[in-house]
């Protein structure tokens, strides 16, 4: 089991910045991500990190260069910086962790085993 408790979130103007946290305990997983859930549709992977011996990270399209996950091993949180925030970025936004081949954007949000509560971010033009 694995607990995920997210904390960052909140009300921002066009163009800023939020960093969102995720603070993993009980079993540790290698590999974790964020997703996000706008109102009426449905949950979408953001990005996904395999913090092993060779740290990979992928991203949405939508969010490349923009946004940056980030997960420090020792204190076991996983960490999303989002620059250059846009209105369509406004979501719910969720921590996830599993085994790898779940962490991936081309598999279905339906197949992760463990989800944090997660942390609002609205985005204003």
């Not at 992928?58 to 999303?80: A, C, Q």
């Amino acid at each position: 089991q694995v607990q995920l408790v997210e904390s960052g979130g909140g009300s921002v103007q066009e163009g800023e910045s939020l960093r969102l946290s995720c603070q993993s305990s009980g079993m540790r997983y290698r590999c974790m991500g964020w997703f996000r859930q706008a109102p009426g549709k449905e949950r979408e992977g953001v990005a996904f990190i395999d913090a092993g011996r060779d740290v990979s990270t992928e991203y949405r399209d939508s969010v490349k260069g923009r946004f940056t996950i980030s997960k420090d091993n020792h204190k076991n949180i996983l960490y999303l910086q989002m620059n250059s925030l846009k209105p369509e970025d406004t979501a719910m936004y969720y921590c996830a962790a599993d085994i790898c081949s779940r962490m991936r954007l081309d598999r279905p949000a339906r197949e992760v085993n463990y989800w944090g509560q997660g942390t609002q971010v609205t985005v204003s033009s």
